[in-house]
């Protein structure tokens, strides 16, 4: 039984059902935002604490070296030293999805691509997988090779980036040499345990190679983001923004050279993917060390959710019937994990159990004015296109399961923008809930659920221990190399760069199956990489499933008449920039950051908010993508805003 | 100018004291803006001219960050040569940028802040990313695109306020990739924005302090090299070491958009012979399959995306048009064959099939060595080859041989 807030039951048979004699099953019971100043506030008064918080505001507005508008705000408690209050606020809004509805469908894979370039391609693929289940087709098997080598490239030009340029600073000499001197000092005197496999001698040269814009592993990481793009480029076309994803496969000319050149770089990636756990690895190891207190740092429980990605062209077949099937054979499994344990590795149940709330956001419940919100009066599977609705379009899916008022295929946000106001609205962020459980998706993630669903094909490269992932990495100027990833028992900000870091080996090994995958197809003469179709004239629903390199993502559409009545995008950093739900819970980044100690060895006024940064930076923030809804309702005018503004 | 009147209602603005500004020039988390004396500076022996550094505020609205995605990509030059000032002759480019920049929050947003009041001790460009969005209709306390708070009284500012009050005295402004030239997708059929390019929004008479233009590098995304190469040429000829760049009637670097990618696409060839491909994955000349190279001015069938290599064209991808001001809608539906293309593929489907067909006789002649003329067979153990022209084919080859030569001497 995978859900515990929702009131899904399994029949025998495992068919998801409502539990029975639930009036209201998706009702919400709004729960003021929890205030976490005033409850330290009220806690000190109490004599729960020493003594009395003395707090200090900051505004991180925006955020740096994360991608796209983030803002932060926080309240830092100096006599504690903790951060005790979080608001994350997404600062942008853009409307693609508005500008979808009506099109023909095969333009949401250029328009939906630009929701992120950061991402940058995996948007086009996700939009490709959906309309090929709705348009009931298939990419040939070398289609979906050529579609995985470009997603893998792109998690090579996309973790080292992060890494290099964005968290990495944080650890540099030059940051910590203010914020933490006696560090610096004892990193000098620690020699690195993976000198041999990095080349840096001891943790301070690893520091040092850190510093921005001139360290040795920062730059070293945009020339491997540039090697990363030329791999990307041989299956993508162009990068960001791949031009050859169609429905039905790619339109990549594939030739004996696009395998060879591929296959010429993967080889330094191999070495770089060992490279980088090492250095990551004696990084983390030598702040946990230093000093435990790190392991609290952007802390959160181990809630995740996680799309899977890179199909086996043999069982891919792009239907809704057989999506748990073939979402299982992906060579990163699928899978929700709840407080560390793995409780399904189902699409379907993942896709049933998904809600978007807007409580915090500025949006409108786009619920407001139905009949009812969760018995459905008017709506059925398959039934609904229109406005002025009693009910959800899809009480269920394809299949049967149920399916929320506040899920994807049923969503019509109502954009309302209107001033920051952390009881009601901050965010253009929306919060997305699995369960009414706030979770954190990214490359960890899909490591964690592929470690403990143990569902990998027989391949010589990884293998799934059920804590952790054995990664073999062959030769290239290093020798042969088994990385060893363990699951973490804590998930904070230091696991969360750990983990990324051995996700380059990790990718890069399932890069190597995919291409020996391609050879063979190539060989046996199955050289097609694209299905003929025509856009279907009656109505479809489907939906489109993948990971970018921060995690989680999925498309959600719904056409008849072979135009778009609705396109849904849901995106890693929607799910972990979120602001509070309706119940009044924080998103993985306000979580992590309430709570996390601020362990600078300085004065109260010279605290810099380090750890914060950690914290926030280790999710690797994507917030372009973030910020895309949906409408239903055209251009805001001034009027219909300051009929907005009076009710505030 | 518009009018800015946000205010963060419902925020308890000052009731906790706030986290003091950082300002020592020697901390890393302070502004660049009064660190950047402090950093070290190279000796060159290229002559520097007037300018030793610069300050580059890239901006952000609605983007998709993808530009700033391009640009880490350049290798001609690459970033990090113009920001730690390795490129001889030209400044260093002391970055104010969300993705790179050091500092985050007030102090970030102080460096916007010095240069808008002109207190910087260098010039500074403006790199903006992105459509700009229309803040009147956003609402009196809403936001489009949120950009800082202002430390006295919390009230939110939006990038659009800081493109109003820093573009008069920027040196340049540099409108990067579609969005920002002309509005690009958050400016399609049916966004609520009112979303626009940078020209439009700061009107047809405006000018940098240097009496510039807004300068537009357009594509969605565009080429890395096309951005670094542009503000490295704009620079080299400020330090008075190279030519003003020319830019054409819509502000782009003229070199490299005047010509359609159409003429320089590796297919092109295949589209002159009247060949076309019918799947996607086809080898041949993708109009049918709704290319609008040949009307479209973009670059990057010979320069690639990144160092040289992909492009859309070059490796199987339809030109969609995303360097053109009528991008999106204007190429939609994607996917389909561009009307005008009917008349161009059918004619050249006669004409290009009838001299295909030629020069596939001259090249039986060519793949020839002189010594094979006279064999009767070819020492190829490959053998896939008819060895020897027959009847007319050898006549054709004897007549075209000696018209060839015929011209020797002149
Ligand atoms: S593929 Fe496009 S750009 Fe290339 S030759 Fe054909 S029409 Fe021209
Ligand atoms: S070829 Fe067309 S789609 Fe490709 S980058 Fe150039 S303008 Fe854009």
């Given at each position: ?9 399994f ?9 029975e ?50 803002a ?31 099109r ?13 370039g ?6 086009s ?23 995985n080598l ?12 992060h ?34 496999v ?16 001139e ?34 496969g ?16 993967l080889?330094?990636?191999?070495d770089?993917?060992?490279r ?32 899977g ?21 992906r ?10 344990e ?31 919100s969760g ?32 899920h ?40 964690w ?69 391609a ?9 097609r ?8 004239t ?5 939906m ?17 008449k ?71 309702r055209?251009v ?13 | ?5 946000k ?12 986290k003091?500004?950082v300002?020592?020039?020697?901390d ?37 960050d ?74 009196e ?28 005295g ?11 030239c ?39 995304s ?16 400020l330090?008075?070491?190279?030519p ?17 990618v ?30 609008w ?15 040289g ?44 099939g009838?001299i295909?067909?030629?020069r ?33 084919e ?17």
């Amino acid at each position: 039984m995978c859900f515990k807030n929702l009131p899904i039951t399994f029949d025998s048979d495992g068919r998801a059902r409502l539990a029975e004699g639930v009036a209201d099953p998706y009702a919400v019971a709004v729960a003021e935002p929890k205030d976490f100043v005033r409850s330290a506030q009220a806690r000190s008064s109490a004599g729960a604490l020493a003594a009395p918080p003395r707090l200090r505001e900051w505004s991180i507005d925006p955020v740096t070296r994360v991608a796209g508008a983030l803002a932060v705000h926080t309240v830092l408690d100096l006599e504690t030293r903790t951060a005790v209050e979080a608001h994350s606020m997404a600062m942008l809004f853009r409307g693609y999805e508005i500008i979808l509805k009506g099109r023909d469908p095969r333009d949401a894979i250029d328009i939906s691509s630009r929701a992120c370039g950061v991402c940058g391609g995996v948007h086009s693929t996700v939009s490709s997988l959906a309309m090929e289940m709705a348009f009931g087709i298939v990419s040939p098997p070398l289609g979906t090779c050529v579609r995985n080598l470009g997603e893998v490239a792109e998690m090579f030009y996309d973790h080292p980036l992060h890494l290099g340029l964005l968290a990495g600073p944080d650890y540099s000499t030059a940051i910590v040499s203010v914020t933490n001197p006696e560090l610096v000092e004892r990193a000098a005197k620690t020699p690195a345990p993976h000198a041999d496999v990095h080349g840096f001698r001891t943790v301070k040269d690893i520091m040092d190679g850190f510093n921005p814009l001139e360290g040795a592993i920062y730059l070293e990481s945009l020339e491997y983001t540039r090697i990363a793009r030329t791999m990307c480029t041989l299956m993508y076309g162009k990068y960001p923004h791949p031009s050859t994803l169609v429905p039905g496969g790619v339109s990549t000319t594939v030739s004996t050279s696009t395998f060879n050149e591929y296959y010429a770089n993967l080889g330094k990636i191999f070495d770089y993917a060992k490279r980088l756990a090492g250095i990551w690895d004696d990084i983390c190891d030598f702040f946990l060390e230093a000093d435990p207190r790190y392991s609290d740092v952007g802390l959160r429980p181990s809630n995740l959710i996680q799309t899977g990605i890179w199909d086996d062209p043999a069982v891919y077949d792009a239907t809704y019937a057989n999506i748990d099937a073939w979402g299982q054979a992906r060579y990163s499994a699928p899978g929700i994990v709840k407080d560390g344990e793995l409780v399904t590795t189902k699409l379907t149940e993942i896709n049933m159990g998904i809600e978007e709330f807007v409580e915090h956001s500025y949006y409108e419940d786009w619920t407001a004015g139905w009949n009812g919100s969760g018995a459905n009066p008017n709506g059925s599977n398959g039934n609904g296109n229109g406005a002025g609705r009693g009910g959800p379009r899809f009480a269920a899916d394809a299949l049967g399961n149920p399916l929320s008022p506040y899920h994807a295929w049923n969503k019509e946000t109502i954009p309302r923008p209107e001033g920051k106001n952390f009881k009601e609205k901050y965010s253009w962020a929306t919060a997305p809930r699995w369960d009414r459980i706030s979770m954190e998706t990214g490359v960890y993630g899909r490591m964690w659920t592929t470690a403990m669903a143990r569902q990998l094909p027989d391949n010589p490269y990884i293998e799934a221990t059920g804590d952790g992932l054995r990664i073999l990495l062959p030769a290239h100027d290093l020798p042969e190399t088994e990385l060893e990833w363990k699951i973490p028992a804590k998930l904070n900000a230091f696991e969360r760069n750990r983990g990324r870091a051995y996700g380059v080996g990790f990718t890069a090994a399932i890069g190597m199956i995919c291409l020996m995958q391609a050879f063979e197809y190539w060989r046996k003469g199955e050289t097609r990489v694209s299905t003929p179709f025509k856009v279907p004239t009656d109505e479809r629903v489907a939906m489109g499933a993948w990971e970018a390199g921060r995690g989680y993502l999925t498309h959600h559409l719904h056409m008849d008449k072979g135009k778009l009545l609705n396109y849904q995008i849901n995106t890693p950093s929607t799910w972990n920039a979120s602001p509070r739900d309706p119940f009044g819970n924080p998103g993985p980044y306000e979580e992590a950051i309430v709570g996390t100690p601020l362990l600078e060895s300085v004065a109260d006024d010279d605290i810099k908010g380090i750890d914060i940064l950690r914290s926030i930076r280790s999710f690797d923030p994507c917030m372009p993508c973030t910020t895309h809804m949906d409408t239903g309702r055209g251009v805001i005018t001034r009027e219909v805003n300051s009929c907005g503004c009076t009710l505030e | 100018m518009t009018q800015y009147t946000k205010v963060v209602p419902g925020v308890p603005h000052g009731e906790i004291e706030a986290k003091p500004l950082v300002t020592d020039p020697d901390d890393p988390f302070a502004p660049v803006a009064l660190r950047s004396a402090r950093r070290p500076k190279r000796s060159d022996l290229v002559s520097q001219g007037p300018l030793e550094k610069a300050y580059l505020f890239w901006i952000v609205g609605a983007s998709c960050d993808g530009c700033t995605i391009a640009v880490a990509g350049a290798t001609h030059p690459p970033v990090e040569d113009l920001l730690n000032g390795r490129v001889p002759g030209l400044p260093r480019i002391e970055i104010v940028h969300t993705v790179l920049s050091v500092e985050s929050g007030p102090e970030w947003t102080e460096n916007l802040r010095l240069a808008a009041e002109g207190k910087l001790d260098a010039p500074y460009l403006i790199a903006w990313e992105g459509s700009v969005m229309d803040e009147t209709v956003s609402g009196e306390h809403g936001y489009w695109m949120g950009l800082g708070e202002d430390p006295a009284d919390g009230r939110q500012i939006t990038s659009l306020e800081w493109l109003d009050r820093m573009a008069p005295g920027a040196a340049a402004v540099l409108a990067i990739g579609t969005c920002a030239c002309w509005g690009g997708i958050p400016a399609a059929h049916g966004n609520p924005t009112n979303a626009m390019g940078v020209m439009d929004h700061l009107g047809k008479d405006y000018r940098s302090a240097l009496g510039l233009p807004v300068i537009n590098v357009p594509g969605c995304s565009p080429i890395g090299d096309n951005i670094t190469e542009t503000a490295a040429a704009a620079l080299l000829f400020l330090n008075g070491l190279a030519p003003l760049p020319e830019f054409d009637e819509l502000g782009r670097p003229a070199w490299l958009f005047t010509e359609t990618v159409h003429r320089h696409c590796p297919r092109a060839g295949y589209y002159e012979e009247g060949v076309f491909a019918h799947s996607y994955g086809d080898k041949e000349c993708l109009v049918e399959l709704g290319c609008w190279g040949p009307v479209v001015q973009c670059n990057i069938a010979e320069r690639g995306i990144v160092d040289g290599h992909g492009g859309c064209m070059n490796m199987g991808g339809i030109c969609i048009g995303c360097t053109m001001p009528g991008f999106p809608d204007k190429f939609s539906p994607f996917y389909e064959r561009p009307p005008g293309a009917l008349l161009s593929t059918n004619a050249n489907r006669v004409m290009g099939g009838f001299i295909r067909r030629l020069r596939r006789l001259s090249q039986t002649d060519k793949m020839r060595s002189a010594r094979w003329d006279g064999d009767r067979d070819l020492p190829s153990g490959w053998g896939r080859y008819k060895t020897q022209p027959v009847g007319a084919e050898r006549l054709v080859h004897r007549l075209y041989s000696r018209r060839q030569h015929s011209r020797e001497g002149g």
